[in-house]
Structure formats: C-alpha cells, structure tokens
C-alpha cells in the first residue's frame, strides 16, 4: 500500500470554520455571518465570530501541523476580509493578515493551497443579488485578480471554487444555506451558471497573475454514483450516471460546453448563456479537486438505464447523518472523473468523518471510528491509483474540529480535538496515524 513518491498528503479548513474575529480588522460581514444569526439556521445558534480563534492563533496552530508531519495546508481566503463590501476598496489589514499567515506556513515548511471561495460572500453583494445576477462572478474575477497578485509570490496552488453544489442548489433551491430562499428551477441553474463563470474567470486571474508555477483547480463534490456490483453492466450505469448526476456543475467545466443532455435535462430552465461565457468557464485547468465523503449506489434497471438506490434506514453513517459510508466512492470518483472527462490529474481535496468526539478519562480522543473509515476510503484510492488513475494528492479534512455550518459546533471533522473553552487543541488518535501515514507514505 505504498503511494507514489511525490504524493501529496495534506490537510484542509476553510477561513469562515475557523478563523473567527468575524468584524475584525475591517472585515465585512459575510452570508454566512448574517444567516448564523438568524435564529434556526445553525445547532444551538451557533455562529462564526470566534470558531476556533485562528486569527490569533495561526502560529501556533502551524506548530502543531508541524509536528505532525503535514506539509501541505488548503486553507481559504475570506473575500469579506479582502473586500469588504464585495468590489471597491482593498482593506489593507486582510492583505496583511494574509500575507503574515502565509508566511507563517511557509516558515513551519507548510506549502500554501489556497481556496479562493469558501461559501463566504459579502453580504452587500448577496443583497444586491448574489449569485442570481452576472454583477457577482464579475466581483469574484476582480477579487481573484487581487488575491493572486497579492499572494501569487508564494501561493503556486489555488482553487477557485469550493463545492458549488452549496452555494447555489442549496442555497437558492433549497433553505439550508445562506440566502436559505426556494427559487425557481430557473434561478437556480442561473446560480449555477454564474459560479462556473466565477470559476473560469478565477483560472484567468492565476493565468495571468499567477507567475511560474503556479496551477489551478476547481474543488467539487461532485456525486460519486458507486455501482451496485463491479461488473460491466453496473460500471457502465455508473459511468453514465455521474456525467448527468453532475450535469450544472462540473460537466461544463470538463468538457468546455454545456451539451444536449443538458439542454434536454434542463429544458425552458436552462440558464441564460451570454456569448464568450463558455470559453471562459471551460478555460483549461491543471487537476481536478473532489471532495469525497460519501456517494449514491447505481445500478443497472430493466432498461439498461441507471438507477440510484435509497439507502435502507440501517446503512451505516458517521454521526452526520448524510455521511453514508462508502468507502468505494474514493475508488470510483476519481476512476470516473478520469474515464469520462480524462481529467489530467485528480487531488482529494476533502475527505473525513465527523463524529461528536469526546475526551476520554485520559483526555485522549481515541477516535477509532474515524480512523477506520478514512483508512478504509486510503485503501479505495490506492485502488484508483493501482488501475493508473492520476491521483496526485489527499487531503484530510480537517486539522481541527471547526464550525461545521447548520450543525454549528457540534458534528467534529477534526483530527485535532478542538476545547472551545480553552482553544486548546488535541490530536486523536486519526492524527496520529495520519502522521506515520504520511511520513512512510504508506497505508498502516
Ligand atoms: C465542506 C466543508 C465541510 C465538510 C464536512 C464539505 O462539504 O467543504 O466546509 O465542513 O464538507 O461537512
């Protein structure tokens, strides 16, 4: 179970779960800080103004990654603290924010991925539209190019995007993410249609402010249909399966195009496609991000068309009820992504479990569910990488328990416990693992 010699072992969080000091420094206020306090929308009314006191705390906490051996961070940039109100001003604090951040990661020998958008909108920019209206990607390709000529010096991966699906479905199709409205079908695949427009135009910001090195990616959680059984008729529905189950989101990235079974999916909803938009969004990228946890079970029906199966009420989750355990998907997601968009090269930019941890007498966190799963999800995309699927690089999400959206701060992802009390964080037992893992570049 050995991994290529140059493999890519990481781990991730994003600024909005974990930095806190939410109107700091000039900060703005951010979708998700306006909806966290609106009563109902998260566990306990959680919300983002401390999470786990990164801000303040990021020297130390690239101590512990140190430490622990991990020497690749994805971590993201808050638009809202590099501008404000969205467009206009540069707030000089949040560039300087980021550039000691950077620096600090650097200097505990900690290489820099950095995810431009992270769910985090500015909220004057959400009141203006978000992303129904084209005023927004068109803010995001400006902020691109200022985050990329401000870091790209030291910053040689970015990822444009963090999971669409989130920001637009569920947000605007859908109540659980901020706006949390139910919008037409046709609003939405608007919203779709102009995060692939952001998308694009962030791949042109590192193009050409990006300097020698520098690659760019899309992270994605696209839905990873796992077949029933390996053999040749179930494989063939889940291969068909995962270019319609992703039709709105990364088909037209991949192939540079929106195509017939879109238009014929989408019908009198299909979004509005103003001319140059698809060159734009099909600009070429360097790898292709996946976040994986989970996925849906296909077959082959009667007809030979796919079919998804509904999880019996006993199939096995992490604590997070969505978090069906499939270990394939880690198999499959990739070996998809290669077979039907030949992606040059695939980094899971995501994956994990969250469980609600605690503290053992010992104060130890011997987190053996965790561990077994991702362990379990290693030993899949081994199995991508045996059959010559260019998986480049993991990432385990994440450092630290964090702010885990409408759960609030319960539904830990961590592999460092984190004490919100104290802001004291604890490697588990997974993080212990994940250090030989990673040292030995070896499943143990
Ligand atoms: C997101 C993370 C989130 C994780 C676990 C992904 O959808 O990118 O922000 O915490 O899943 O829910």
Known sequence: MDFPKEFVWGTAAAAPQIEGAAFEDGKGESVWDRFSRSPGNTHAGANLD?????YHRFESDF???????????RFSIAWPRILPVGTGEVNTKGVDFYNRLIDSMLDHGIQPWATMFHWDLPQPLEDAGGWRVRDTPLAFGRYADTIVKAFGDRVKHWITLNEMRC?????????????????????????YHHALLAHGL???????????????????????????????EHIAAAQAAFSEMNIRSIDPILRGAYTDDYFRITGADAAEISPGDIEIIGSSTDFFGMNIYTGVYVRAGEDG???????PTNYPSADADWLKLIPQAMYWGPKLARLVYD?????????????????????EIIDLHRRQYVRQCLCELHRSLSD???VKGYFLWSFMDNFEWNDGYTNRFGIC??????????PKLTALWYKEVMAKNRIL
């Open 63 to 73: 101590a512990l990654m140190k430490e622990l051996g991990i020497k690749h961070y």
């Open 167 to 191: 920001f637009t479905q569920l947000a605007y199709g859908h109540t659980s993410r901020p706006p949390g409205v139910v919008e037409s079908e046709k609003v939405v695949n608007q919203t």
């Open 417 to 426: 416990y984190t004490d919100y009390e104290t802001q004291s964080r604890v």
């Open 202 to 232: 962030g791949v042109r910001s590192v193009r050409e402010y990006g300097g020698e090195g520098a690659e760019v990616g899309i992270t994605d959680d696209s839905i990873v249909p796992v077949p029933i059984m390996e053999t040749p």
């Open 388 to 390: 010559d699927v260019p």
């Open 343 to 363: 992606v040059p090269g695939v980094y899971i930019t995501e994956n994990g479990a969250g469980y609600d941890d605690v503290p053992d007498d010992n104060g």
């Open 305 to 311: 068309k796919s079919e998804t199966l509904r999880f």
């Open 50 to 54: 401390v999470a786990c006191d990164h």
